[in-house]
């Protein structure tokens, strides 16, 4: 029979996987319910979801994105911005953002904040890493377990390479 085990880290669970067999290096949470995901806290006997990502609200409406401000580039070209994240984080971004049957209605929001941030980026031209809505969106990850703190600032604050630049 397939099982659903939480494999924690450090008193986080790092991944979820699913087996046929026992898996000794986690913790059956199959008949859980909420059942804890990556991001989830781990005392030892109680898993606690993390708190719900805060989702700031632009603050002004953004200019078109072909037209850079000017004075404020370099800019990252769209494909760039989703290069600077590694494949296994961008599986877990997708997988933060699905929404599946028996999830809080906490889980929920915070999938669906997840597929605002993922479609806006998609929608997006150029990224100016700089911007407050670029970083929010970077350190929503952060909150997820999806990112360290660290490598959020790596992703954001790296010099651009005259491969990333975008290009009108």
Not at 26 to 55: K, R
């Amino acid at each position: 029979m397939t099982r659903i085990y939480a494999l924690i880290d450090d008193g986080l669970v790092t991944n979820v996987i699913t087996a046929e067999t026992a898996w000794p290096e986690g913790i059956d949470v199959t008949d859980f319910d909420p059942q804890p995901g990556i991001g989830w806290q781990y005392d030892g006997e109680t898993f606690t979801p993390p708190p719900p990502p805060e989702v700031p609200e632009p603050s002004e409406p953004q200019p078109p994105a072909h037209t850079p401000p000017d004075g404020d580039g370099p800019f990252l070209s769209n494909y760039a911005f989703d290069m600077r994240f590694t494949l296994p984080e961008r599986i877990a971004v997708k997988q933060k953002a699905m929404v599946t049957p028996g999830m809080t209605p906490e889980q929920v929001a915070t999938a669906l904040a997840v597929q605002v941030n993922i479609e806006r980026a998609a929608k997006a031209t150029f990224v100016n890493p700089q911007r407050p809505e670029t970083r929010a969106g970077v350190m929503q990850f952060v909150q997820l377990g999806v990112l360290t703190q660290e490598r959020a600032l790596e992703i954001l604050d790296a010099p651009i390479q005259p491969h990333e630049v975008y290009h009108p």
